[in-house]
């Protein structure tokens, strides 16, 4: 589905992203990480901003339950759920993450319900040295993925957590980070993708996985190479 | 296991990254967009951008610059300079800050370390100690330093180490300490100042004030026990290079992340 021929650039249309708002104060960082590597990325509040998009990023921000609280008042907890359930891409970034998950202890009673797309539930980190878990750790692959494309094995992160999912099917689990004990800190199944670490502000090894990210979103289609960072808000 | 950082900071005033703390002689050193740019590349794992006019008329320019900081620099981004309120604190995070730093206002105010804990949890909230090292009395006496703000030249009835466990109990998840005696000295790290404070909170502490050379940010780590080191001018003159220092920790067992990149 390129683009019409003509005099247009021959390098394919960008991806379109829509990367979802629902209440994060950080939205700069994620969107003009993405327009650096090749994206056309819009802000999508409403289930009518996700028209026409390619992908949706899922970014964190705060605990689980208020999380879902927002996505439900925007109405967009169903369009999230009916665009993974399609099969379409999608990549969730550390609460993003979190939330395909069933349940996440991080909530008041200790219990919060999230949206229940892959198997599993979100725990505090075991015999962490410091919570919240803060800076640059090594990212471990379990399993070649072409997320990972490119980045050699162990190359560091940026994470900002205390809590992280343990998915119930192992199958899904492309690396693990180890701060106390190892958790899951990147999973892939089919087309939904979940980092536990935040990419938009991981250097090169982040803009380089983004990029691997809009080439899987496109297709067979490879990444596009290194752009500009284009205009700024 | 977590890396040591190197973090360049960035002090501006009106828009422009100047050279040094001391509010003399100010010499211009660059856009701190493009200069956040170049660090990140070279492998800085944190940019700090120090607004020192922190004046409130300048307020836009400085949001300004923190976005376009923020658009170019994929790495973490501490801001600090003049924040006062949650508001303002929420305003440097939509701009694109990952986290904030307090300094003066923290002292003239220490229940704001709280409220934006709560508000945006405490990760987010820096607290920056300068501290000034007091004389030491009876030989053989413990040394002890006090907290000094606006920029050093106002002294206030606190000690460093209290206010430094206070801080944290108030919410502040990490420390930025700056030796006022060391601050642009080039005459190394207060390593018995950063020990002083690392042994006694469990939240991150960057050493800052007194760099000139790869071996001070061994130090600063091994014998100060900071998670982090910032240093300014050396980078901004290019008398060394982040790659430079890292590979110095890396020689001396620190865990560091290396970035290989093509040299230009």
């Known amino acids: ?233 | 296991m977590l890396a040591r950082r190197v973090i360049p900071c960035l002090d501006v005033a009106n828009g422009r990254v100047v050279k040094g703390t001391k509010f003399v002689d100010l010499t211009d050193e660059g856009d701190p967009a493009e200069l956040a740019e170049r660090y990140a590349r070279e492998g800085a794992d944190e940019i700090v951008f120090l607004d020192i006019t922190a004046a409130h008329e300048g307020r836009g320019t400085m949001l300004e610059g923190v976005r376009r900081t923020a658009s170019r620099a994929f790495v973490p981004l501490t801001v600090g300079g003049g924040v006062r309120t949650v508001a303002e604190m929420r305003d440097v995070l939509r701009a694109g800050a990952d986290k904030v730093s307090f300094n003066t206002a923290a002292v003239a105010d220490p229940d704001l370390l709280t409220g934006c804990a709560r508000k945006f949890g405490s990760q987010a909230v820096v607290c920056a100690i300068d501290a000034r090292r007091l004389p030491t009395g009876a030989a053989g006496s413990a040394p002890a330093w006090e907290v000094v703000t606006h920029g050093g030249r106002r002294q206030t009835e606190l000690e460093a180490v209290a206010w430094a466990i206070r801080a944290v109990e108030l919410g502040a998840g990490e420390l930025l300490v700056t030796s006022m005696d060391r601050d642009g000295t080039r005459s190394g790290f207060d390593t018995e100042l950063l020990r002083a404070i690392s042994s006694q909170v469990r939240v991150p502490v960057i050493a800052s004030g007194g760099a000139s050379g790869p071996d001070d940010f061994v130090a600063a780590v091994r014998d100060g026990g900071a998670d982090a080191v910032l240093a300014a001018s050396i980078f901004h003159r290019r008398m060394h290079s982040i790659a430079s220092v890292k590979a110095a920790m890396a020689e001396a067992g620190l865990p560091v992340r290396i970035v290989e990149e093509a040299v230009s």
């Open chain 1, 1 to 233: 589905m390129s683009g019409s021929g003509g005099s247009g650039g021959s390098s394919g249309a960008r991806v379109r992203v829509a990367v979802l708002d629902y209440g994060a104060a950080n939205m700069v960082s994620i969107s003009q990480s993405l327009v650096a590597a090749g994206a056309n990325a819009v802000v999508a509040a409403e289930p009518s901003d996700l028209a026409g998009a390619d992908a949706l990023v899922v970014p964190g921000v705060g605990a689980a339950a208020p999380a879902m609280v927002h996505l439900r008042e925007q109405g967009l907890l169903e369009p999230l759920r009916d665009w993974v359930r399609a099969g379409r891409p999608c990549l969730g970034i550390c609460l993003g993450f979190q939330l395909f998950f069933d349940a996440s202890d991080e909530g008041d009673a200790g219990d919060a319900p999230t949206l229940g797309l892959l198997a599993g539930r979100t725990v505090a980190l075991q015999d962490a040295p410091t919570l919240p878990h803060i800076g640059w750790n090594s990212v471990e692959a379990v399993r070649p993925h072409p997320l990972f494309a490119g980045i050699p094995d162990g190359s560091y992160f940026y994470f900002v957590h205390s809590f992280a999912p343990v998915p119930a099917d192992e199958g899904v689990v492309v690396a693990r980070t180890t701060h106390g004990r190892p958790f899951v800190s990147a999973v892939a199944s089919g087309s939904l993708y979940g980092l536990q670490f935040h990419p938009e502000k991981s250097a090169d090894a982040g803009q380089r996985l983004l990029r691997n990210f809009l080439g899987l979103a496109a297709g067979d289609r490879p990444a596009p190479g290194d752009r500009p960072a284009a205009e700024v808000a």
